[in-house]
């Protein structure tokens, strides 16, 4: 009867264990598919940084340590939407490939964590690391909703993996409910960090100086300048190299609602002084999906100035076919400044490693044949809108040129040139698969050329819903998303009449970061 008994509860332990293994391995398999069809989803950018799941909007804390490249971000851990603000984070060695790392500053409490800076604190000025371990140092944007908005602190002593708040936060607080987005960095000859941030609703940047990044003294302020008709957010101030010279000028970039403009002069160490013939609006992107960008801190001395924005709207950003991640950042992109008939005015490249992702020239034409002509991309051997192409275009031209991406048989986003206008243009009018209003309401970009040379060059990238273009050599740009629904994938010639009207045509396959 014992035995009988003993047999009966092996056998159930027996049949517990096989089911509980089953359980685990189906749980387990499921995950590993999960996570292999993770940055296979339609729409997915295969060489734009997005995080695995979940909402992101600006990028934050853009700093070099030691080698590594950090990119922090805002983030919801809990869901694909706008919520519960936290700094996630991100590592990478080339600007390219990223590490995810774990959530770096969470929500607590009341208080979310809103847009801001990294530095890393190298003689410990700050007090929060030691000599042998300095620390780097998060500045950020203490939000609680209809109550405040402060300048806090948090630190990290091992290299950006765990992050302690400061117990003394806020470092710099006002009383307002809107003041944010802290941007600091070393200013070497007055020996003091410096901070601008922003008074969203009085379109001002406020510049601060401290010797240990806790205490903060005002110093002065700039604007309301430029365009004010919407709240300024995400300031960043930083010196570029003139372009083909050993000079170097200061750009202060702004965002705002959903655009965003620069402003180009000196920084003394106090003020910001704008050159005096800047007298229009200069935005550093032509197209709808560019904000918030800032730039690298404390890169080595022989780096260019490097930007990362976040491609996306704020009109409708809440609202994108994207699951189970809404938002991505642009491509990391240097600068340099360009003096254009005594205005200055800012050139940008995307880095140039980005070649490296170049996995075959899959087609070349020096000049395109006939009217209409289309490529199929599967005939070439590209099986995803993810792509480089490069073209070149007359200004000399009667008609409208240029080509159409994310192409099928009705539907494109077009980019070119038009010479009544004396404009280069990009049109997502007939790519609207995504019903939202304020998308298919914001459709049609241009950029004023400059038409002294014939050539007009194009640097575009495809990314199955990021498409970047450079014109000229980075004299102006465009972020654009689009969300086709298309079943044949090709490119294809703008109708002309015109033979060869599109010139040097090259199409690079590119592989994924993923
Ligand atoms: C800009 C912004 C910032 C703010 C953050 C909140 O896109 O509104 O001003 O810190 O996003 O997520």
């Known amino acids: 009867m014992k035995f009988f008994f003993n047999l009966k509860t092996i056998t159930k332990n027996i049949f517990i264990f096989c089911l509980f293994y089953i359980l685990s391995v189906v749980v387990l398999q499921n995950k590993l598919i999960a996570q292999e069809k993770l940055y296979q989803e339609p729409y997915r950018p295969q060489y734009h940084f997005s995080p695995k799941a979940n909402w992101t909007n600006d990028p934050n804390g853009l700093v070099y340590v030691k080698g590594v490249y950090h990119l922090f971000y805002q983030y919801n851990p809990f869901g694909n939407v706008w919520g519960h603000m936290t700094w996630g984070h991100a590592t990478s060695k080339d600007l390219l490939h990223w590490d995810h790392q774990p959530i770096a500053i969470p929500e607590e409490k009341d208080t979310m964590i809103f847009s801001g800076t990294c530095v890393y604190d190298q003689i410990n000025s700050s007090g ?7 620390p780097m140092v998060a500045i950020y944007t203490g939000h609680i909703k209809d109550v405040n908005q402060s300048q806090h602190v948090a630190f990290s002593i091992d290299e950006g993996k765990t992050w302690t708040k400061y117990n003394k936060n806020p470092i710099l607080d006002l009383g307002k409910k809107d003041f944010r987005d802290p941007k600091v960095f070393w200013y070497a000859p007055k020996k003091y960090w410096v901070m601008c941030v922003n008074l969203p609703l009085e379109h001002q940047v406020q510049f601060y100086a401290s010797t240990n990044l806790l205490n903060w003294k005002f110093l002065s302020d700039f604007g309301p300048k430029g365009d004010t008709t919407g709240v300024w957010e995400c300031p960043d101030l930083v010196q570029i190299p003139v372009l083909n010279s050993t000079n170097k000028k200061w750009v202060l970039q702004v965002s705002m609602s959903e655009k965003m403009q620069y402003f180009m002069g000196e920084f003394n160490g106090v003020n910001f002084i704008l050159d005096s013939n800047q007298k229009t609006i200069l935005r550093p992107n032509a197209g709808p999906d560019y904000y918030a960008g800032i730039t690298y801190g404390q890169l080595p001395a022989n780096h260019l ?25 642009t491509l990391p992109r240097n600068l340099w400044a360009e003096n254009n008939n005594g205005v200055w005015h800012l050139i940008q490249r995307p880095i140039t490693n980005l070649n490296s992702l170049r996995k075959k020239l899959a087609y070349q034409k020096i000049a395109t044949e006939a009217k209409d002509e289309t490529i199929s991309l599967e005939s070439i051997g590209i099986n995803a809108d993810v792509y480089e192409c490069n073209f070149e275009l007359s200004s000399a ?3 409208k040129v240029g080509i159409s991406v994310l192409n099928d048989k009705f539907r494109g986003v077009e980019i070119g040139y038009e010479p009544s206008l004396k404009q280069v243009f990009i049109n997502r009018t007939k790519t609207n698969s995504f019903s939202e209003k304020e998308f298919a309401d914001i459709r049609y970009f241009t950029a004023p050329i400059n038409t002294a040379t014939d050539k007009i060059k194009f640097k575009v990238f495809v990314d199955n819903s990021i498409i970047e273009v450079f014109v000229n050599d980075g004299e102006s740009v465009f972020t654009v998303q689009a969300f086709p629904v298309h079943s044949d994938k090709n490119i294809k010639i703008l109708n002309t009449t015109t033979q060869g009207s599109v010139k040097n045509l090259q199409i690079y396959l590119l592989q994924s970061i993923w």
């Open 397 to 399: 031209s009667k008609e």
């Open 128 to 134: 929060l690391g030691t000599k042998e371990k300095p």
């Open 305 to 329: 100035p490097t930007t990362i924005a976040w491609a996306n709207n704020w009109r409708y950003a809440g609202n994108i076919p994207t699951s189970p991640w809404k938002g991505a950042m």
